[in-house]
């Protein structure tokens, strides 16, 4: 029974691996959902800024603990006035679930943007089909893909960090005429039910 369920763990972690996602520089999909508030959030939106996008389910243990250090890392951006905006995507569960479980997130960390993935498009729109949690993707203050990490754990979180800090030292992309931001005060503005 153990040798078939190690083969079975084995044979997950390589299904994660072997997904296929975007080149790194190509220019990542728009559309990254809805929060609770109704409001899109678009990359477009949040040009300028390093993007750090998560898909977490409730069900995904690593995703639980992740979502605090990244709300933390927010918090910190936000009272410094860095270029960072992380994105929390609830994948693939039910829309009760999303609504009861943004609302304690919100309460506890208000500067992550939350949105719902309800049946895994906007993974797959990243090339991670099937690709399983944690999924994390992180973009250029431009809006093209830095890097895209699939099936890690707490040991990789140095690694991640230093990814997410060398991505906020880049220089700011040129503006683009007659694009619109969502200012700072967005994410709390965007989980007021």
């Known amino acids: 029974m153990r040798r078939i369920l190690t083969f079975l763990a084995v044979a997950l972690f390589c299904g994660m ?52 250090v990244l709300g933390g890392f927010q918090a910190v951006a936000n009272q410094r006035h860095l270029p960072l905006q992380v994105v929390e995507i609830n994948y693939e569960q039910s829309h009760r679930v999303f609504v009861k479980a ?3 997130l919100n309460a506890k960390l208000p500067g992550l943007l939350i949105t719902w993935d309800r049946n895994g498009s906007l993974s797959d729109s990243f090339g991670l089909n099937d690709a399983g949690l944690p999924q994390m993707i992180m973009l250029h203050r431009d809006g093209t893909i830095a890097h895209i990490e699939v099936g890690y754990d707490k040991s990789a979180l140095d690694s991640l960090v230093a990814k997410i800090n060398q991505l906020m030292s880049e220089p700011a992309p040129p503006p683009i005429a007659g694009s619109r931001s969502i200012p700072a005060t967005m994410a ?3 989980h007021q039910p």
């Open 17 to 68: 691996a072997m997904a296929k996602p975007l080149p790194d520089d190509a220019k990542a999909p728009n559309y990254l959902g809805e929060t609770l508030a109704g409001q899109d959030v678009r990359v477009s939106d949040l040009r300028g800024q390093v993007v750090v996008i998560s898909f977490w389910a409730t069900w995904c243990q690593y995703c639980m603990q992740e979502l605090p």
């Open 102 to 104: 943004s609302q304690l």
């Open 188 to 190: 709390t503005q965007a």
